[in-house]
């Protein structure tokens, strides 16, 4: 009597490894493409939810010079990715926020070029800082430095591309407004912080034919056509900080 084989188990060992073969590709796709997207939407929305904390902060720090009392606001430095059950996410996005080095805010006649700043300022020597937020993403490319000086706010891609994210007040009509900012600070991680910021002196004096020269990141390009919106060309030589 012959024996025949049976190629049943067979079959269904195939059958197995063929389903098993396309999970594989399933999840590797989906790792490899649903993931990442969604995670880069989670930074977008977390992008734009610093940048309305940053006009706080800018809003909080002239509210105190017009109101003689200290501010408070908070900054979301970070976010948390959506937790899954069996794909992977990278690290939470985390961010800084910080000052930069003390740069001056000089005072001068416009004929003479002297310098008049101890006369104008409180104090003299007067000295500003730079505000800065850089997040550290995982998926959503180039989003920018958040930057605020004198009275602006905008966002910083590099290469004199910035956009504008508040008005200017540091010329209304025939004002002039200097708020330097004197206090250094600098937090990084993926939590909330609070930002506390200082009324300092507040004085007034009455000058004619003066220069403010103020430190600045805007390209002369970028500064120009700031200029162009503002009465008084010639409150504004550049002072530009690289």
């Known amino acids: ?9 067979q079959s269904i060992q195939i059958g197995a490894i063929i389903l098993f073969g396309v999970l594989i590709i399933t999840f590797a796709t989906y790792q490899a493409f649903v993931v990442p997207n969604q995670n880069q939407q989670v930074e977008f929305n977390h992008n734009q939810r610093v940048q309305g904390d940053m006009v706080e902060v800018r809003n909080s720090i002239l509210t105190t010079k017009t109101t003689g009392q200290d501010g408070y606001v908070t900054v979301e430095l970070g976010t948390e990715f959506t937790p899954r059950l069996i794909a992977l996410n990278p690290p ?16 001068e006649e416009r004929g003479t070029g002297d ?19 850089s997040p550290n ?5 180039n989003p ?11 966002k ?7 956009v504008r994210l508040s008005s200017q007040q540091f010329v209304q009509g025939d004002t002039v407004q200097i708020i330097p900012l004197r206090r250094s600070f600098n937090r ?3 939590g909330t912080i609070a930002v506390e910021p200082k009324a300092g002196l507040v004085d007034t004096s009455q000058r004619e034919d003066i220069n403010v020269t103020v430190p600045t990141h805007l390209s002369q390009a970028t500064f120009i056509k700031l200029r162009k919106v503002l009465p008084g060309e010639n409150y504004f030589p550049i002072c530009r900080f690289e």
Do not use: H, K
Not at 92 to 106: A, C, E, F, H, K
């Open 144 to 154: 920018g430095t958040f930057r605020y000086e004198n009275s602006l706010l905008y």
């Open 156 to 162: 910083d891609f590099g290469s004199n591309d910035t």
């Open 115 to 133: 310098d008049i700043t101890t006369d104008v300022c409180p104090g003299g020597d007067i000295q500003t800082r730079f505000i800065e937020y």
């Open 188 to 190: 990084g991680g993926s």
């Open 92 to 107: 939470s996005p985390s961010g800084s926020l910080y000052t930069t080095d003390l740069r001056p805010i000089v005072v």
């Open 1 to 9: 009597m012959g024996f025949w084989g049976d190629g049943r188990g």
């Open 137 to 141: 993403y995982a998926e959503f490319r």
